[in-house]
Structures are given as C-alpha cells and as structure tokens.
C-alpha cells in the first residue's frame, strides 16, 4: 500500500475586476475498495459558502460562488489517499469473437459508456487500430485485445505537449500522430467502444517514481504533470479494468483516481463563469508527497483558522463511493 499527500492548486488571475462567479469542481479522489480517500477539504480565496453532491456517475462535485467583485480566484484543494495493492486480476476466458454475443447486455447496462461522444466520436479511423490490435491478439481473449491496442496507441502516437488543446477530439490525434494523456485515453476508449466493450475516462494523477518510494522527499510538479487521464474497460467475467495507453504500462499503486466520466467533459477539474470582460490566465500547480512524516505520522497541512482571506468549505462525513 502507497499513502500520498496531494495539494492541487488552481489559480485565475483576472485583467480587471470580475463578479457573479459560479465554479463546480472535481478535485476528491475516489473512496471504494482499492482506494481510500483518508481527508479532504478545500480552500478558496477570495470567500465562499460552497456545498457538495454526487454527480451520476458518483463523482464528487463541490460548488461555491463569490458573487463580490474580485480579480482572483484560488482553489486548493487538499487530501491524504492510501491506495491498496490490487487484487489478483480475475482470468479472462472470453474470446474477441465470442463478444457479440454480449452486446445485448452490455448496452442495456454500460450504454453511456459505450455511445459516442463529443471528444470519442466512432471514426472509421478507428478500424484500422482496431484490426491491428485484433491481429496482435490472434483471437486470443479480450483483455489480451484491450492491452495490445494500450500497447498500439503507446507505441504509434507522440506525446507531445500542446499538439492539441482541453477541446480536440480523437480527430485531431488521429491526423497529427501526436497529442498528450487526454488524447491517448480518448483514442483506446473509441477503439474498445467500437469493438463493443464500454469504457470510461478516468482523470486523476500519476504519482512520480521519485514520490512512491516511503522515504521519498517532498516531489513538487508543476503545470500539470502529476495531473494524468487514462481509462477503465468492461471486461465481461472480470470487471473493471485500468489501461494507461500513455505509459504503455498497467495501472499501478503511483496511479490516483479522482473521477470517472464518459470523456474529459465529465471529469474536467474546475468549471465556472464570471461576469465581466476581463481575460483571465490561469495557473495550476500539483504538489505530492508520501503522507507519513520521518516518524511514521500522517501529515497534513496545519488547520486553518476561517478567515476573509482562507474560508474552509465545510464537507459531510466521509462515505465509501458507490460503484
């Protein structure tokens, strides 16, 4: 078992003054049986009475406004997780022709998760990783199909920072051969959506090599790298499985989950609107960190006292997520 620290932080910084600002955020990691989100809570400033609700597909979602007028607005939210060594993977007898005997079922249980979307439109594109991964398989299960088009989109697309922006769509991977975690993920759900197997977005962060280690120093990342997006498949007789097409790699304990969606629009971390015409930029740092202390002893950071400049979002009791 791995226990980190996380603090995301966000960060607007306005062009003149704004007002009338409504924000819903995505940002508690995942509470269920491989995953144990130990605290959270989260700070704003400028101050806000926020309040929280599960969202349908059982995400976390907390919503504040600041309706004064203010030039700008930080977001921090903080929590310990303990992630839990993944129990032996369930064997996968299921051929990748035997699958279309399943599709009944599966789209009358998984259909959200197998329509197309927005950013996961069903391109004929897709046919062609589709048949390469197919061959790879040789007819072998299909948890041995979904890890060699893991495998395929790792080995065949370039990540490359700012190849694509929050908006593109598969398209846009699939013309330039290039693209960052978010594409990777929308491209093996088009992919196992096509064959017939639901799958959803899974946003969260990937824990540095450097911080998984228990006597790891405090590991800080900038801009977004700590912030990751890979995806979970139905595998009929075994479940819910991780592939992280990014790293060509299983999913492992460095891997956090904080959301689940049909793609990116479900999950995105921090949404809002203001009223006024002022431009904004925006800044997002990522600190992680082994949550035990030289002696053993679980950190956090030390209470704050309610105040103008740091209102603590009071949050309900901690409940198991239900999956």
């Known amino acids: 078992m791995n226990r980190y620290h996380l603090v995301h932080v966000t960060e607007f910084r306005y062009d003149g003054p704004v007002s009338e600002s409504y924000n819903e955020v995505r940002l508690r990691p995942i509470h269920d049986e491989t995953q144990s989100c130990l605290s959270f809570r989260i700070l704003t400033n400028p101050a806000s009475r926020g309040t929280s609700y599960r969202d349908s597909f059982g995400n976390w979602v907390h919503q504040f406004n600041i309706l004064p007028e203010h030039r700008s607005l930080k977001i921090e939210a903080e929590s310990v997780v303990l992630a839990h060594d993944a129990p032996a993977p369930v064997a996968n007898t299921l051929k990748l022709p035997e699958l279309e005997s399943h599709r009944e079922d599966l789209e ?3 259909l959200d998760y197998l329509a197309a979307t927005k950013y996961v439109p069903h391109l004929s594109q897709l ?4 048949e390469a991964a197919a061959k790879a398989t040789d007819g072998e299960a299909v948890s041995g199909f979904v890890e060699a088009a893991s495998l395929l989109i790792h080995e065949k697309f370039k990540y490359v920072k700012g190849a694509t922006h929050v908006n593109s769509s598969i398209q846009d991977s699939l ?9 990777f993920a929308h491209l093996l759900l088009g992919v196992v959506r096509k064959a017939g197997l639901p799958a959803r977005y899974v946003s969260g962060y990937l824990v540095p090599e450097s911080a998984a280690s ?3 120093k405090l590991t800080q990342v900038i801009g977004g790298y700590a912030s990751h997006a890979w995806a979970e498949v139905y595998i009929p007789d075994s479940g819910w499985t991780g592939f992280d097409p990014t790293l060509g790699k299983p999913i492992g304990l460095q891997h956090v989950r904080v959301a689940y969606g049909r793609d990116y629009g479900d999950v995105a971390p921090v949404r809002g609107v203001y009223k006024g015409h002022a431009g904004q930029r925006l800044s997002v740092d990522v600190h992680l ?4 202390d030289e002696e053993g002893r679980e950190q956090m950071s030390e209470p704050v006292t309610p105040s103008p400049e740091a209102p603590i979002l009071s949050e309900r009791t901690q409940q198991p997520a239900q999956q």
């Open 175 to 183: 013309s330039y051969g290039q693209g960052v975690c978010q594409d």
């Open 214 to 216: 228990a006597d790891a």
């Open 289 to 292: 960190r082994p949550a035990l």
């Open 127 to 130: 046919d062609e990783l589709i």
């Open 108 to 110: 009358e249980q998984f």
